[in-house]
């Protein structure tokens, strides 16, 4: 069983210390809920893992299957079984998305996967996620709207098979059949013992996917490791109960932010 361990992680971003000293484990098998308010470090945290180069590592450690990978190159982290499905996809002109999978897909095989194979694979995973087949042919993200993108991110997750998946707001801009669509994915592949480090603002997400845990982070720390349940209090009464019971001072980055639950948002009485 894969095991990812963070320990004592401090991250910089452009000379802005963000991370200050986290500690996370999680295992094969796990869905962890990521809470926070905006600006302090769930996103940070998810890039760090995977290498991004402009997140900057000044200390601590990242550990998969007791393996320091901070060395490594994103995609030695991806071969090892690590994936993280982005925010905001990047549009790749001229490269067509299923050249990009069928490379991904082979650069973690021992030989080279079948043109049968891949197509049969591409078929099967398109109609899971409800999603076009032509998008398959188009280049990758070229014109692909919001909604497209993320689906296209869980097209990949499907593919490549990762043994940890990150999901950094997988589900914004998504109206509700396409959150339904990414919550059945994520629900297929926790049942293959796929590990989940999920983000996410809304509640309805956590109501389908069901995470085992639920990790808060405060100002660049761990602030509370728990239970499903600390998912519904937060969207109920947003994270000012943090500093009155357990005496942590919310760093403020934007107005209002400790007012805000995990579904305050235009879209979330759409999407009950």
Same mark, same amino acid.
């Given at each position: ?16 210390? &963000? ?7 999680? @295992? ?31 200390? *601590? ?23 993280? *499905?982005?925010? @905001?996809?990047?549009?790749?002109? +001229?490269? /067509? $998305? @299923? ?14 996967? /079948? ?22 042919? #188009? ?5 692909? /709207? %919001? +909604?497209?993108?993320? #689906? ?44 989940? !480090? &999920?983000?996410?603002?809304?509640? #309805?997400?956590?109501?389908?996917? /069901? ?7 405060? $100002? *660049?720390?761990?602030? !509370?490791? %728990? ?22 001072? &919310? ?11 995990? *579904? ?6 759409? &999407?009950?």
């Amino acid at each position: 069983m894969a095991t990812l361990e963070i320990k004592n992680l401090h991250v910089e971003v452009e000379g802005k210390k &963000i991370l200050k000293g986290v500690n996370l484990t999680i @295992s094969e098998g796990e869905t962890v809920a990521l809470l926070g308010p905006n600006g302090h470090g769930k996103s940070t945290l998810l890039n760090a893992i995977m290498g991004h180069p402009r997140y900057t590592v000044t200390d *601590g450690e990242i550990l998969f299957d007791g393996k320091d990978i901070k060395s490594l190159s994103v995609d030695e982290r991806a071969r090892l079984g690590l994936f993280l *499905g982005m925010q @905001s996809p990047a549009e790749v002109p +001229g490269v /067509s $998305n @299923s050249d990009f999978l069928r490379a991904a897909i082979n650069a973690k095989s021992e030989k080279p996967i /079948s043109t049968y194979k891949f197509y049969k694979m591409l078929d099967t995973a398109t109609k899971d996620l409800k999603m076009p087949f032509d998008l398959a042919t #188009r280049s990758l993200n070229e014109g692909f /709207s %919001g +909604g497209e993108k993320k #689906r296209n991110e869980m097209l990949q997750l499907i593919l490549l098979e990762p043994k940890i998946a990150m999901l950094d707001e997988i589900d914004s801009g998504l109206d509700v059949d396409a959150i339904q669509s990414v919550s059945e994915t994520i629900n297929r592949e926790k049942e293959k013992g796929r590990g989940f !480090l &999920i983000i996410s603002h809304y509640a #309805r997400l956590f109501d389908l996917v /069901s995470p085992t845990r639920a990790v808060v982070i405060i $100002n *660049g720390r761990i602030a !509370l490791d %728990g239970g499903p349940e600390l998912i519904k209090r937060i969207d109920q009464t947003g994270y000012e109960f943090i500093k009155t019971e357990y005496g942590i001072e &919310i760093q403020k980055e934007e107005a209002d932010m400790n007012d805000v639950s995990i *579904g305050t948002c235009a879209v979330r009485e759409a &999407i009950k």
